[in-house]
């Protein structure tokens, strides 16, 4: 299992604890430290559509221009953003097995884990 996101985030945090008390294993993949691939980007959005990737609610989102909002209206504009800012990305994103889970949700992970 991969767990993408960003060390000191809480919710990237509650599914690292909950990983660990599980006892699950798991490669943590920080964005501030290794950025995140548009081919990363496409499968995922393959997977689960560009906009459930998109954190519209964080403070990264809510912080940019309104026109910078406005101009994203496809997966490329997406990823160009994500790549650029990657804490618009919602997190955590994980990833077992080519399939993904995004945010934090105990039953969502435990059907991964399946």
């Given amino acids: 299992m991969v767990v993408y996101g960003i060390k000191n ?23 501030k430290k290794l950025s995140i691939s548009e081919d990363k980007l496409k499968d995922w959005s393959d997977k ?12 990264t989102w809510k912080k940019l221009d309104k026109e910078v909002q406005d101009s994203i209206t496809s997966a490329s504009a ?25 945010g934090f949700n105990p039953d969502s992970l435990q059907e991964l884990l399946k």
């Avoid at 985030?9 to 964005?31: G, I, P, Q, R, S």
Wanted: aromatic share 10%; hydrophobic share 40%; charged share 35%.
């Fill in 78 to 102: 997406a990823f160009t953003l994500m790549q650029d800012k990657t804490s618009v990305i919602k997190r955590p994103v994980l990833e077992k097995d080519g399939k993904i889970v995004l």
């Fill in 9 to 31: 985030c809480d919710t990237v945090k509650k599914a690292l604890n909950w990983l660990d008390e599980n006892k699950v294993k798991y490669e943590f993949h920080d964005f």
């Fill in 48 to 59: 689960v559509g560009y906009e459930a990737l998109l954190n519209k609610k964080g403070t």
